[in-house]
């Protein structure tokens, strides 16, 4: 038996379960049901005017042939195709070759050496500066050089759910596992990512493990140019998604407010910041306010004022983390929420889903427009982006005495 992540919520799981237990995702379908079909692989998109690509019939050591842009036609309109400019075993070879065809000098492209023969030895003098023995070196075994780097040799500790994480990030770039590490190029990271089934935090955790492989290849000169900076998730963040606890459910959370691990749901609940935030946030004190954020621009570094009723909380969580008695996980605080609403019957919300962390989140926001936080304060409480409104997202702003007198408009429960 293994441990894989959770596609939907990211918890460790066995291999052989049917579904996850944390949030019910099927995890193995009956065998009966029908795999999930894969996107066909998808070559990369030519610009437009650069030529031709093309897969010849027949057996051939060079299947792959390369035509230059057409520019003649006949009178008829008919294109006149000009010959090859080289055949190559591989598509992206074939791919590269054209692009190095379209930015070559006239003179270059009329010689009479095979340009095919030019294209080999341009391709070759990419690699001229790498050393010998990284020449060759495939994804795979660069990813095992990274992984050990990182989780055996490092005096960070790591979880283990962090290990499993980049496993699964790398089980998921099956297609590149083969491929020479210094051949790649932002175009094959992005059809990993663009043609992966997962959801939007499976994609992340790819894309983490691209910057980190490109963080180290650079480190130790085995590549000059880290490609996965180009990389992007060209698909809507499915994690945001949630649904408030209710007004009976806030109230059942505030009379056991004394119960363990209680203080934490309601102090996320009160603040509006994502769990995973809690790992790097700091507490001011004398301010009376949390700092921290991840995410996006607009929520990092994001200066939030607590509420009197949770500023208790606030102290009291930081002194359990910062005075180094505990280091603050979040699979750990993840667990103890989901215990905690199960001993209190709030396991289920009224749409009848199951409550994550992530509600929290969900329940500040519609307690906000409960109590009439006015809506550029709202916005820069959670840190959400203000995208094309240029009039708020640069002339907006809010005092932090003004952010307080917002966050104290919202009302707690009377428990008398």
Not at 40 to 55: A, E, Q, V, Y
Request: with cysteine; glycine share 6%.
């Amino acid at each position: 038996m293994a441990l894989i992540l959770c596609p939907e919520c990211g918890h460790s799981i066995s291999d052989k379960a049917i579904s996850c237990p944390s949030c019910g995702y099927p995890v193995n379908p009956s065998t009966t049901a029908a795999p999930p079909k894969r996107k066909p692989k998808r070559h990369r998109k030519l610009p437009n005017g650069s030529g031709t690509i093309k897969h010849l019939s027949g057996k051939r050591q060079k299947p792959w042939a390369s035509y230059p842009p057409v520019v003649e036609f006949t009178l008829s309109g008919s294109p006149v195709l000009k010959p090859a400019i080289g055949y190559f075993k591989t598509y992206d070879e074939a791919y590269q070759a054209l692009m190095l065809y379209n930015n070559a000098p006239n003179d270059i492209r009329q010689s009479s050496v095979s340009f095919s023969d030019l294209c080999a030895a341009m391709l070759s003098n990419r690699s001229a500066s790498i050393a010998p023995e990284y020449v060759n070196l495939t994804f795979s075994k660069l990813y095992e050089m990274y992984f050990d780097n990182k989780y055996n040799h490092s005096k960070k500790q790591f979880s283990k759910a962090a290990k499993n994480s980049s496993r699964a990030a790398f089980n998921n770039c099956e297609m590149l596992h083969n491929r020479k590490f210094v051949d790649l190029r932002t175009a094959d990271l992005q059809e990993i990512v663009d043609t992966c089934p997962l959801k939007h935090s499976s994609l992340e955790l790819i894309v983490s493990l691209f910057k980190g492989m490109y963080a180290y290849a650079l480190q130790h000169d085995i590549v000059e140019k880290d490609y996965s900076k180009f990389v992007s998730i060209n698909i809507p963040d499915d994690d945001e998604n949630g649904v408030p606890f209710s007004a009976d459910a806030i109230n059942t959370l505030w009379k056991n407010k004394d119960k363990e691990n209680v203080d934490m749901i309601l102090l996320m609940i009160y603040t509006g910041f994502r769990i995973t935030a809690y790992k790097t946030i700091r507490y001011d004190e004398d301010g009376q306010f949390l700092q921290g954020g991840i995410k996006t621009a607009a929520g990092k570094d994001r200066i939030v004022p607590l509420h009197p009723a949770v500023q208790g909380f606030a102290k009291d969580f930081s002194e359990r983390y910062s005075d180094g008695r505990e280091t603050f996980s979040v699979n750990k605080c993840r667990s103890e929420f989901y215990k905690t609403l199960d001993t209190l019957g709030l396991s289920i919300s009224d749409a009848g889903t199951k409550h994550t962390p992530h509600d929290c989140r969900h329940t500040f926001s519609w307690i906000c427009d409960k109590y009439g936080v006015d809506d550029l304060s709202k916005h820069l409480l959670m840190g959400h982006s203000l995208g094309n409104d240029i009039e708020r997202s640069v002339y907006g702003h809010r005092t932090l005495a003004e952010l307080r007198a917002e966050i104290e408009k919202i009302e707690i429960p009377d428990l008398k």
